[in-house]
């Protein structure tokens, strides 16, 4: 696992950053980082849906053979499926029924708690993940596309206009001083 850090995180939700990982731009053209079982630890660990001792527990457990196998396509299946709730969001349409039940499979395998924490002077909701199963590790994700379908402002979910590379965020556009013109935070240095 290499340790400098490979994703961007700019989507203000990670079930958006997980969708990101389809789109990204690396030496002037456009990868899907999610090549592998190996690849998609390394994101939930660099996106601290996962502490590394959860990451060597999973590696440990399930890292080869058919179970990585399986917890790699059904990571592909539920980031088809956000990415099809993000295109609807974008576009201001309704949620596909396909994208809420995938979600809604996910969930419904969540194992663990939820804790309420105080961040930032407000409360929130935590689920504190214990993962038993291989399915459990995709529960986050899932988590964090209904934290933004129940709790964000889904107007406000839209691609940035990075030249050749589109990523979906819920970031409002900023004004530059200089330009004046609006430009997507994300392109902001």
Known sequence: MDRRERFQFVG?????????????????????????????MDWLCESRLM????????????????????????ALALREAL???????????????????????????????VLLVRDSGRFEEMTRLNPDEPDHLMVPIAQSASDLLCHGDLALVRRCANPGWEPFSTTRPRTTRAAGAARPAAAIA
Not at 17 to 27: A, I, M, P, R, Y
Not at 51 to 74: E, P, V
Not at 83 to 101: G, K, N, Y
Request: proline letters at 4%; one cysteine or more.
């Open 51 to 74: 502490n590394r001792k959860q990451l060597q527990r999973a590696l440990k457990l399930w890292g080869s053979g058919h179970a990585a196998d399986r917890i790699f396509q059904s």
């Open 83 to 113: 990415l099809l709730m993000a295109e609807e969001l974008a576009a201001h349409q309704p949620v596909p029924r396909a994208s809420l039940e995938e979600i809604n499979r996910t969930i419904g395998k969540r194992p663990g708690c």
């Open 12 to 40: 203000q939700y990670r079930c958006l950053d997980f969708v990101n990982t389809k789109f990204t731009k690396e030496g002037g053209r456009r990868v899907d980082l999610m090549r592998s079982f190996a690849d998609l």
